[in-house]
């Protein structure tokens, strides 16, 4: 059985995740809700996987997340946060993290990072990771979320369409649209997929 800690200074959160992980077949060996509690608990029961948020009381994520790798390579590092930036994707990978979720991900998706994260705790898995390294690298500056709204748009997907295969509300899927459309420069989807197509931000 795959051993985790929780680490997420919200109470309602932690509980929360408790109840489906465990659910899943999980256990849960102890849980935090700051950086300090944290590292007294993965040195007191030696997890399999922490998952562990961003914005934590007293100091940030990325510092908690080297000093875990440092500890152990061993150690399944899975990030849940709403840090949906390629900033926050780019730091959790060179911090030594396994696997990055949103929070607004489906629980299929966090299973499967958890189980990503034992079987290759020292490589790094996340949607979108290809293309948003390429996109910070031209300026772009798209999220995680919106290449995955972004590879959608070649297939002609209508927004009710996109936002069901994502699982995100249709609203949600329009503040994506145009959040992309004002950072490639466009004004329609033709001309995303176009300018996308010419820089190489799209996976034929």
């Known amino acids: 059985m795959i051993r985790i800690v929780i680490i997420d200074d919200h109470a309602v959160v932690r509980e929360g995740l408790k109840a489906a992980l465990i659910k899943h077949g999980y256990e849960i060996v102890a849980e935090a809700a700051t950086i300090t509690e944290a590292r007294a608990q993965i040195a007191h029961v030696n997890p399999d996987v922490i998952v562990v948020d961003l914005n934590m009381p007293d100091g940030s994520g990325f510092d908690l997340i080297s000093w875990a790798r440092g500890v152990s390579r ?37 299973i499967a990072a958890i189980d990503y994260s034992t079987h290759s705790p020292m490589s790094f898995s996340a949607q979108g990771l290809s293309v948003a390294i390429k996109a910070s690298r031209r300026g772009f500056e798209l999220t995680a979320r919106e290449f995955d709204v972004l590879a959608l748009l070649p297939s002609g997907a209508s927004t009710k369409a996109i936002a069901c295969a994502l699982f995100l509300s249709q609203a949600t899927i329009k503040t994506h649209l145009a959040s992309i459309f004002r950072k490639l420069e466009v004004s329609n989807r033709t001309a995303a997929v176009t300018k996308a197509r010419k820089h190489d931000l799209l996976v034929d």
């Open 74 to 110: 061993s150690l399944g590092i899975v990030v849940l946060t709403l840090g949906d930036t390629d900033a926050h994707l780019i730091a959790a990978m060179n911090a030594g993290a396994s696997s990055f979720i949103l929070k607004s991900a489906p629980m299929s998706e966090l």
